[in-house]
Structures are given as C-alpha cells and as structure tokens.
C-alpha cells in the first residue's frame, strides 16, 4: 500500500501569522465606517483576500483598494510577525526524510506564499505548491485540494489534509481525503466539529501518530 500523501494549510496551521493578519486588516479598514470585529475576520481566514473583503466593500473597484493598502502593510510586516510554530520544522524534516508525498494547498496569493516559506525556512518542505491563483474556485470548495493531489500523482483515499478552519476540513473532505483538525490555530474545537475532522491534533508534532493511524 503506498504512504498517504500528506497536505497542508499554511496560516495558522504551519505558521502563526495570525497576528498578521488582524494588523493587515485593522490597517485596511482604518477609518472606514463599516468595518469587521476581529471574530468576523477570524472566520473568514482560510478563504481568500478578496472574498473576504467583498463583504465589507461596495463593488470589486473598491476590494481592489483594499487589497492594496492590505498588502502594503503586509509588505512591511511579515517577517516580523510571522514565525512557524513548535515542531513545525523538524516534523516536516521527518516527513521528508520518510519519503511522503508533500503539498501546500493555502489560499494566500504565490508571491507572500514563497516569501513566508522563505522567512521561516519550509522553502524546500513541499513536491507541490498550491497558492489562490492557481484555482477559479477556492477553499472551502474541493478545487485546490483535487490540484494538489493531481500533482502529486495520489489519490484522495490515501491522502491526510492538515488545516486549521473549518474552510480546509470542508475542502478535504469534499475531495475524499482524510481531515485533521490543528487546534492551536484561531478556531476553536466547536467551530472546526461542524465540517467533522477525521482526528484531531493539539501539536503538530502528533502528524507521525495521525499518519501511523490511516494505516
């Protein structure tokens, strides 16, 4: 039986940008009449920049100047808030040195993607890359997750998708791969039970246990 392919999300599951995350948004939003609370932002993490904005902006000419000043504090920010968390590195050594099949499937745009594996030394960790532009649509639909697979020449029924919303446990579960639900990202265990996990996992070095359960 060939090892499952292992797939992760990138913020809040591999690294803790989070932080990031909300500054880039209280930037953006600064001012402004109409803006989330953090817990509405939150929720929406895991989904793409521009589907998030939409909902607080008047038309997409209008998203389009939010990303803008999004991105230019996120420029300005990311090394400084954005730090991989425990065990993150040397379980991803571990599933390299194990000769897994290993992808990326985040909804961040390609150039933020490469310069935050750069920052925080997981340039290297993947086979396959799967960034927002590469999909017409986005999770929590299966596209991005089916793409990965793809390239990864695996198939869905010996596949483990790591990822801490419920965006990335509704997408895995769409494509017919085993979930597993990090808890140490912003959503809590309620939130994630509604899109029903296949495990659980309070530390990210509990993969190798995960994995060693698919059997």
Request: hydrophobic fraction near 40%; charge should be negative.
């Amino acid at each position: 039986m060939p090892r499952p392919a292992l797939l992760f999300d990138l913020d809040g599951t591999l690294i803790d940008s989070i932080g990031l995350l909300l500054e880039c948004m209280q930037f953006a939003f600064d001012g402004r009449e109409r803006a989330p609370t953090i817990p509405q932002w939150v929720a929406g993490i895991g989904t793409p920049l521009r589907t998030q904005l939409a909902e607080w902006c008047g038309g997409p000419e209008e998203v389009e100047q939010m990303v803008g000043r999004y991105r230019d504090y996120q420029e300005l920010h990311l090394e400084r808030l954005t730090t991989p968390f425990p065990g993150v590195i040397e379980t991803m050594q571990w599933a390299r040195a194990e000769g897994f099949k290993t992808a990326l499937v985040t909804s961040k745009g390609k150039g933020m993607t490469g310069r935050s594996l750069d920052h925080v030394g997981l340039a290297t960790a993947f086979d396959a890359v799967v960034t927002f532009e590469e999909t017409t649509h986005h999770k929590p639909l299966p596209d991005p997750v089916f793409l990965a697979l793809e390239r990864l020449g695996a198939s869905p029924n010996r596949a483990l998708f790591v990822g801490d919303s419920p965006h990335d446990m509704h997408a895995g579960r769409g494509a017919g791969v085993k979930t597993a639900a990090a808890l140490w990202g912003p959503f809590t265990r309620d939130e994630l039970a509604v899109a029903s996990p296949d495990f659980w996992m309070q530390r990210f070095d509990e993969l190798p246990a995960v994995v060693s359960a698919l059997g």
